[in-house]
């Protein structure tokens, strides 16, 4: 559907700084023509901070970012025309109308809706009812489609799209990842950010990020999950869920415990093949529900997030 091969994104050593505050420490990641890639975080860990340098509407400190093979500082003019970028909380004229939004973003690039329209055509045709509505009065799912087709009115080869479904409801997120599959099926590059680690699984690879740091080296979303590199298990939550916190921290071999909805994940010391013999002394020595549980994305964030001797030896520039 697009003119041109889908797009790479290289990012190499990135780092930028806000006075004292880190915005990005030393990332490097690599992203595959034509994949969906996912930066998965926090607020406040650097998504949008490494999104607008990619876009070049930010200048890094130090290290290099290249998008389509070309530098975001020595070549900004060039890559503002490949990339399309979806801002957080969607910046869109609240008092335009969606089909004068659409307009607006088409002639900023020098082109037409029309020209654009076979791309957009899957997502805006949704909205395309309420063409006559101003902007500030559409539902959140409905702003996010309109900003996903502002963001491609003008073919881009990349996507950036910047926490797009932070504050939209559950249907809506979903309808919105089901768009981007579409879209990289299209042949279009797709580096999105979230919050949410459930939707991890929804993309190609992902990097988790905090506090301006990678937290993993970049990987599909199962790779990661195996990093944990630990035992693990889960144990069923019942009762004074504090006091079994506390009980499973005191617990001989347990490194952590972390509650997860109604079960609490615990980490023991040593090789993951060990979390069978954890959960029977678990069972015996304290009375619990506990299984050997595979670990998730979240588990891995949160057994490296605050831990920089972790990060330093995970953190890797990726080639493949
Ligand atoms: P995220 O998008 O993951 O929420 P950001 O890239 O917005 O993260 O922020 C990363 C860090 O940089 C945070 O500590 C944030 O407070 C800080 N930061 C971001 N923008 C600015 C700014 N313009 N001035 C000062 N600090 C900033």
Redesign the pocket.
């Known amino acids: 559907m697009t003119e041109a091969a889908p797009a790479s994104v290289e990012v190499r050593d990135l780092e ?1 700084r ?2 004292e ?4 420490g030393s990332v490097s990641l690599a992203v595959e023509p034509g994949e969906l890639f996912g930066v998965i ?12 340098i990619l876009v070049t509407v930010l200048t890094p400190d130090a290290g290099t970012a290249m998008v389509d093979g070309l530098d975001v500082v020595a070549d900004y003019r060039e890559i503002r025309k490949r990339v399309g970028y979806m801002p ?1 909380r969607f910046s869109l004229y609240q008092d335009l109308t969606v089909r004068e939004n659409l307009e607006f973003f088409a002639s900023v690039f020098g082109t037409t809706v029309e020209a654009g329209y076979s791309l957009i055509a899957p997502i805006y045709s949704q909205i395309e009812p309420f063409e006559d509505r101003r902007a500030g009065a559409l539902s959140g799912g409905m702003k996010q489609k309109l900003a996903l087709s502002c963001a491609l009115v003008h073919r881009p080869r990349a996507l950036i799209l ?2 797009p479904t932070t504050g939209v409801d559950a249907v809506s997120r979903v309808e919105f990842w089901e768009m981007l599959a579409e879209m990289t099926a299209a042949g279009i590059t797709t580096l999105v ?1 979230t ?1 949410y680690m459930d939707e991890a699984a929804r993309c190609d690879r992902i990097a988790l ?1 905090q ?2 740091r990678l937290l993993s080296a970049p990987g599909t979303p199962e790779a990661v999950a195996a990093s944990f590199g630990a035992p693990l298990v889960s144990v069923r939550a019942t009762g004074d869920r504090a006091a079994l916190l506390d009980r499973l921290r005191a617990a001989p071999g347990v490194a952590r415990a972390d509650v997860f909805g109604d079960v609490v994940h615990v980490t023991g010391e040593g090789e993951p093949s060990a979390s069978a013999a954890l959960a029977e002394r678990l069972r015996q020595s304290l009375g619990v529900e506990a299984a050997p549980t595979a670990p998730t994305v979240e588990d891995v964030f949160m057994a490296r997030m605050g831990d920089p001797d972790t990060l330093s030896s995970h953190v890797q520039p990726t080639d493949a």
Do not use: M
């Open positions: 930028k806000y006075g505050t880190v915005g990005l975080g926090p607020d406040g860990a650097g998504k949008s901070t490494l999104f607008r957080g910047d926490e950010s919050p990020l506090a301006g």
